[in-house]
């Protein structure tokens, strides 16, 4: 077994008991702050940092892309990428510096990945990075530019007259995409010929929608909606509740209720259970799964163990 596998096959996510940590928290006078309800400051007084700014810098200061791992975790969490058949379209939103889009490739020759970003840089360092794999992947990795949350998906992806009729066979369009593609828009010449790709079978937002303000989070899931097929599914993975990360910020950094900025402008926000569940059924979601993952790790530098706590869920567009 390769290195890699045997770090998938190791993974596991039931170390310690959330409700045992949600108590320790929640008894601990330094950590009130945290429980507290959020009181929003004055028009005048309100953050303005730009969050699509901000996750650009950041991108750029990490643009070596060693502060990132392969999340090789995926596969054995979400079976489904592997098990899909030929053409299977998947989405990956936020797709960052490719951490997530090569164990994808990787682990099914028979998935064309979509991958979206609100940072050109950012793309540019996913497609060295696929590249550089030497999985024979890079043909089957797509690319291109975009803020999902505030101007939604291009129509090449889902068209307005195919989000609406998304899942009947045989439909017939006009085609208005056949040029070369840059990476602002797409970094290939398009295979489709039609009026767009015809939606999508798996989205994935893996630690991309606690980047999103609350407000317009009911907003952002529902652009993923509209652009799965009937019967896909969403596969979600992000922070959740009490996670230390969350633990780490001092009350002047709370912008929300379990909403936080970090120094550079970045956005976090921490998901219980209740609150993901909500924000998908409103946008019109099935749940299939969720639960919180624990997993404790330790700090090679110190030695320290570490408590994270994510939220993992599997969602679907009915039929």
Same mark, same amino acid.
């Given at each position: 077994m390769s290195a890699s596998a045997a770090e998938a096959s190791e993974y596991h996510s039931k170390d310690f008991n959330w409700?045992?940590?949600?108590?320790?928290?929640?008894n601990d006078p330094s950590l009130n702050y945290h429980l507290?309800?959020?009181?929003?400051?004055?028009?005048?007084?309100?953050?303005?940092?730009?969050?699509?700014?901000?996750?650009?810098?950041?991108?750029?200061?990490?643009?070596?892309?060693?502060?990132?791992?392969?999340r090789r975790y995926l596969l054995k969490e979400f079976p489904e990428l592997v098990s899909c058949g030929d053409g299977c379209k998947v989405l990956e939103v936020g797709c960052g510096n490719g951490s997530t889009a090569l164990p994808i490739l990787r682990g099914n020759e028979k998935i064309i990945l979509y991958a979206c970003d609100c940072s050109n840089e950012t793309l540019q360092r996913a497609k060295e990075f696929v590249a550089a794999s030497k999985a024979s992947v890079e043909n089957r990795f797509r690319p291109f530019y975009c803020d999902f949350a505030t101007t939604g998906f291009p129509k090449w992806l889902a068209c307005a007259n195919c989000r609406e009729n998304l899942g009947q066979k045989d439909q017939i *369009? +006009?085609?208005? =995409?056949?040029?070369?593609?840059?990476?602002? $828009?797409? @970094?290939?010449?398009?295979?489709?010929?039609?009026? *767009? +790709?015809?939606? =999508?079978?798996?989205?994935?937002?893996?630690? $991309?929608? @606690?980047?999103?303000?609350?407000?317009?989070?009911?907003?952002?899931?529902?652009?993923?909606?509209?652009?799965?097929?009937?019967?896909?599914?969403?596969?979600?993975r992000d922070y959740g509740l009490y996670d230390m990360t969350m633990l780490?910020?001092?009350?002047?950094?709370?912008?929300?209720f379990r909403e936080y900025m970090r120094a550079d402008g970045t956005r976090s926000y921490f998901f219980c259970l209740d609150t993901a569940k909500n924000l998908f059924n409103c946008a019109g979601f099935i749940e299939?799964?969720?639960?919180?993952?624990?997993?404790?790790?330790?700090?090679?530098?110190?030695?320290?163990s570490m408590q994270r706590v994510w939220v993992h869920g599997k969602f679907q567009k009915p039929t």
């Open positions: 409700d045992t940590l949600r108590l320790e928290i929640e507290l309800p959020f009181v929003s400051p004055q028009p005048e007084q309100q953050l303005t940092k730009d969050p699509i700014k901000a996750w650009k810098s950041f991108h750029i200061q990490h643009s070596s892309g060693k502060f990132f791992k392969e *369009c +006009v085609s208005d =995409v056949g040029e070369e593609r840059t990476l602002e $828009t797409g @970094s290939w010449s398009m295979e489709e010929r039609s009026c *767009c +790709v015809g939606g =999508v079978d798996f989205v994935t937002l893996i630690f $991309t929608l @606690s980047a999103v303000p609350l407000q317009i989070m009911p907003t952002a899931l529902r652009e993923c909606f509209s652009v799965l097929k009937p019967g896909g599914m969403l596969l979600f780490r910020f001092e009350p002047d950094q709370r912008v929300g299939l799964e969720i639960e919180y993952c624990c997993v404790k790790s330790v700090n090679r530098r110190n030695g320290k």
